[in-house]
């Protein structure tokens, strides 16, 4: 599939508005934007926002702790889901987490979302575990997914297939 490419930039308090929107459609627990402020400012947190033209699409976000990143958030707008958007947000985060040191990367995912946990499972996350009734409205599981080795070079190969299969240039690549 070859993606439309996305715009991806560091989050700022001007985009809180239309992330809240987008998470509003995406989350049954969003953030309240005292929550987006706070997470603005903290150093331990890396969020972005995905543009297409002057159109915000998505965002994402990871909290760095040590050498481990928690993967926060990861939405696309409902009217551009399934366009490998998603996909573009997640190698940036792993871009990312490999650019400051991470060795490991984990993230939870409701139990009913097979679309979601397929997605992780294509970047090599892993389900490790599962937290009872994490999730409210509906009530759900949580599955815990990792993905480990973040610094090897079999990691680095597969982010390089994935940027390829959906059409993005990978860091090997010469022009
Ligand atoms: C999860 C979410 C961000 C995915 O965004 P998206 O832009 O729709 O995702 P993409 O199109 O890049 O990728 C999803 C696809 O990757 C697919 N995929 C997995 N492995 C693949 C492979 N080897 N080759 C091709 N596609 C693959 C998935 O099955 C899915 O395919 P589908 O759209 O045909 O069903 C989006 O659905 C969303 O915002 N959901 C609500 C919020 C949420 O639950 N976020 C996750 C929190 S952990």
């Not at 947000?89 to 097979?114: F, I, K, N, P, Q």
């Not at 009530?139 to 480990?148: F, K």
């Amino acid at each position: 599939m070859i993606t439309p490419v996305l715009t991806i930039e560091p989050m700022a308090a001007r985009n809180i508005d239309v992330v809240r929107a987008i998470d509003a459609r995406c989350y049954s627990s969003p953030w309240g934007a005292a929550t987006w402020r706070n997470e603005l400012a903290e150093k331990t947190r890396h969020h972005v926002v995905a543009r297409m033209d002057d159109e915000v699409l998505g965002h994402a976000g990871l909290l760095i702790m040590l050498d481990e990143v928690h993967v926060t958030t990861v939405a696309i707008h409902p009217d551009h889901q399934s366009r490998g958007l998603g996909t573009q947000l997640v190698l940036h985060l792993l871009d990312h987490a490999r650019m400051v040191g991470g060795a490991s990367a984990t993230l939870e995912v409701r139990a009913s979302a097979r679309r979601t946990q397929r997605l992780y499972a294509r970047f090599g996350f892993q389900p490790a575990g599962a937290r009872k009734s994490y999730y409210s409205a509906p009530v759900d599981d949580a599955i815990v997914m990792w993905l480990h080795d973040l610094q090897t070079p079999r990691i680095g190969q597969r982010l390089d297939l994935i940027r390829r299969e959906i059409g993005l240039a990978a860091e090997g690549d010469v022009s």
